[in-house]
């Protein structure tokens, strides 16, 4: 059997608020107080970023049950406004160090959604135009803001497609359209 090559896309601000949420680390609340991370949070958060990388590219073969290979992982957002992210140090050079390409928007104004602009854009140069030779798709996220992606996916690829999120941050709508509930 031929290995299948997956490449990862990262909706790197929802990854980021979503391990603050599993730290129960209540973003505004300690921005309306001017607390900061503690230190044991600051060493949990470098931990992960450092185990990171090993979970997607050990835990991602694993978890197919064919023989794959992840080609590639690429993580988007607009890393300097990341919440406590001045207390982390260079998030970018540490995705980059673990083999996680970093993409950041570069935006004029305040826009919630460019990097998920920017990783929609990606996907569909990587896989349409330029024809990337993987076989699986496996974006991070749970934002409904990718069905969209999902159902053009869907409509003209032959490649699968999976969304990888952390369990309380998936959208219940991917489960609730039908197009999306079977896979």
């Known amino acids: ?3 299948k090559n997956i490449g990862v896309y990262l909706d ?3 990854i980021w608020g979503g391990l603050l949420r599993e730290l129960r680390i209540d973003i505004e ?3 309306k107080k001017g607390i900061s991370l503690l230190p044991v949070e600051v060493e ?3 931990e992960f970023l450092n185990k990171l990388s090993s979970f997607i590219y050990e835990g991602l073969t694993n978890f197919f ?3 794959s290979n992840v080609r590639y992982v690429k993580a988007f957002a607009v890393f300097s406004k990341l919440p406590f992210i001045t207390q982390i140090g260079e998030i970018q050079t540490l995705l980059h160090n673990s ?3 970093p993409f950041t928007s570069f935006i004029a104004k305040d826009t919630k959604d460019a990097s998920d602009r920017a990783l929609i854009l990606e996907v569909v140069e990587d896989i349409f135009f330029n024809q990337l030779p993987v076989d699986i798709i496996v974006i991070g996220s749970g934002d409904i803001d990718f069905y969209p992606l999902v159902s053009f996916f869907y409509e003209h690829s032959n490649k699968d497609l999976y969304i990888l999120s952390f369990k309380n941050s998936l959208s219940h ?3 609730d ?3 999306t509930a079977s896979r």
């Open 1 to 3: 059997m031929k290995k």
């Open 99 to 101: 083999g996680i390409e």
């Open 44 to 46: 949990a958060l470098k």
């Open 65 to 67: 049950s064919f023989r």
């Open 177 to 179: 359209i039908p197009l």
């Open 12 to 14: 790197f601000d929802n």
């Open 173 to 175: 709508t991917y489960s």
């Open 29 to 31: 609340d300690r921005r």
